[in-house]
């Protein structure tokens, strides 16, 4: 399994529906407690539960790995991983999964200039106070010391992104061949 990890808005959506479209990666379809956001579906972008639900599932050790953010539950389910599946997770998660997984994943975090990101978060039209947060969690949180084993780091700062992606996908395959 293909794991992508890194800040808000470092490229990680972006890198993954190339992956997807490009390599023939398959999304991992993940849980969470949240509400769907406007043309979000069920069993798409999310498996949306109850909290409820996401508990049930949580004390049966349904889940690899599961994290709270933002007031809702997330979860990566056993049954679902694959070797032709990508990822994102928070490093929580990527700690989580290279514990139970090992040598059956490989985990690049990208990594992007804080005034890149900046930029991104304003032209999707994130709220100024969620910028804000969200870079200031970011600077703690993705400090080179805090992250769990990594693969490879990839600089998304001004790279092109088609280029990359097939850069990640040779590195990949070629690790997971053996």
Not at 71 to 96: C, E, P, Q, S
Not at 104 to 120: D, L
Not at 160 to 166: G, I, K, V
């Amino acid at each position: 399994m293909l794991v992508l990890i890194g800040p808000s808005a470092s490229g990680k959506t972006e890198i993954a529906r190339l992956l997807i479209e490009r390599h023939g990666f398959k999304k991992m379809v993940t849980y969470t407690t949240r509400p769907p956001r406007l043309h979000e579906v069920n069993g798409r972008d999310y498996h949306f539960l109850s909290k409820k639900e996401f508990l049930v599932k949580e004390k049966l050790d349904f889940f690899l790995e599961t994290s709270f953010y933002s007031g809702h539950y997330y979860g990566t389910a056993f049954k679902d991983a694959a070797h032709d599946k990508v990822l994102i997770v928070d490093i929580r998660g990527a700690r989580a999964l290279y514990e139970t997984l090992k040598d059956a994943i490989m985990i690049f975090f990208i990594k992007t200039p804080e005034s890149i990101r900046h930029a991104r978060m304003v032209a999707r039209g994130d709220a100024k106070n969620d910028i804000a947060t969200r870079l200031a969690f970011d600077r703690d949180y993705f400090n080179i010391e805090a992250l769990p084993h990594v693969d490879r780091i990839i600089d998304n700062s001004d790279a092109d992104l088609l280029e990359l992606t097939e850069a990640i996908c040779r590195e990949y395959q070629s690790v997971m061949r053996g």
